[in-house]
Nanobody, 116 residues
Framework: QVQLVESGGGLVQPGGSLTLSCTIS????????AAWFRQAPGKEREPVAR???????NYFDGVKGRFTLSRDNAKGTVSLRMDNLTPEDTAVYYC??????????WGEGTQVTVSS
């Protein structure tokens, strides 16, 4: 059974940092690209960053230079380090393997709120 568990969210002031963690079990973790997504209130879920099984990472506009993605294939974990956070980063953050996302399988996400 596939399980996706995100953690590490919380309330942080503008300019602050957070590190989100995700554990994916019961899936073909090491063989597939992983990604973090986010969904802000009233908006659709959007991709934030993507990392291949080789460790090569890509970042979407708005987070480049501020977010850093990493993965541990042996542990089935994906981490997202977020620096210099702004209120526009406020959202529920989800991690996933791309093939699970395509199949509509998602975890509960973790809330990130950036506010003074």
């Amino acid at each position: 059974q596939v399980q996706l568990v995100e953690s590490g969210g919380g309330l942080v002031q503008p300019g602050g940092s957070l590190t989100l963690s995700c554990t994916i079990s019961g899936a073909l973790f090491a063989n597939h690209a992983a990604a973090w997504f986010r969904q802000a209130p009233g908006k659709e879920r959007e991709p934030v960053a993507r990392i291949l099984n080789t460790g090569e990472a890509n970042y979407f506009d708005g987070v480049k230079g501020r977010f850093t993605l990493s993965r541990d294939n042996a542990k089935g974990t994906v981490s997202l380090r977020m620096d210099n956070l702004t209120p526009e980063d406020t959202a529920v953050y989800y991690c996933n393997l791309e093939y699970l996302a395509a199949a509509g399988l998602w975890g509960e996400g973790t809330q990130v709120t950036v506010s003074s």
